[in-house]
């Protein structure tokens, strides 16, 4: 079936430093992929998004890549603050649930210190 | 416009007793979902609504959860009677269509403690 592998955490970070998250996936056929934050005392939102192979979803200064030879969606940011101190969640939907439902890795804290 | 709201946000009950989450989709969306944290582990889809109707079910843990989506509008998922190993962070997620570019909308989540 389908799974999300991601990196253990909690990943510690001084502010301004360069952020990676790994992320790796087995699907069906072309998945969509996603990444998820939840911050402190809030739902899961999403953060960004990538639907076919070589897409680069990017928001609020973070960015990740659908590499489909690697199978991976590594979510990156330059400079982290601590404002970006959260849990993220690697997705997919795939074809082999008719993109119905989200499954999700373990999640990786992140915790940024001034 | 409202998000996906969960209520309570938490919930602490003993062991053998039943407790009622429910969830409030943002209006208009005729997908409603319901996934669980387990203590640090990864996000577990338990089911999706469409409307009224249960399309998938096939996350549900065991017959001692119950899931209702009356009139297609709000949803409740009921756990009688809690076990230990139900503590978790169960989430609501909502969305308006199916799809390759689908984006669902959570809830911020009910923290339920069984002890």
């Known amino acids: 079936g389908d799974s999300v592998t991601q990196m253990e955490g909690p990943v510690t970070l001084s502010e301004e430093a360069f952020l990676t998250i790994n992320c790796t996936y087995t699907a069906t056929g072309y998945p969509s992929l996603f990444w998820y934050v939840q911050y402190p005392g809030e739902g899961l939102q999403l953060l960004l998004k990538?639907?076919?192979?070589?897409d680069k979803g990017s928001n609020k200064g973070f960015e990740a890549t659908y590499r489909k030879e690697t199978t991976s969606f590594h979510l990156e940011k330059g400079s982290v603050q601590v404002s970006d101190s959260a849990v993220y969640f690697c997705a997919l939907t795939s074809v082999g649930t008719g993109f119905q439902k989200l499954v999700f890795g373990t999640g990786t804290r992140l915790l940024v210190s001034p | 416009e409202a998000g996906v709201t969960q209520f309570p946000s938490h919930s602490v009950i003993e062991k053998g007793q039943t407790v009622t989450l429910r969830c409030d989709p943002i209006?208009?969306?005729?997908?409603l979902y319901w996934y669980r944290r387990v203590m640090g582990k990864e996000i577990k889809f338990l089911l999706h609504?469409?409307?009224?109707?249960?399309?998938?079910e096939s996350g549900m843990p065991n017959n001692r959860f119950l899931a209702e989506r009356t009139g297609g509008t709000y949803s409740t998922l009921k756990v009688q009677p809690a076990e230990l190993e139900d503590s978790g962070v169960y989430f609501c997620a909502s969305s308006p269509q199916l799809g390759v570019n689908t984006e669902a909308f959570f809830g911020q989540g009910t923290r339920l403690t069984v002890v």
């Open positions: 990538a639907t076919k192979a070589d």
């Open positions: 609504f469409v409307k009224e109707s249960k399309q998938d």
């Open positions: 209006s208009g969306h005729d997908n």
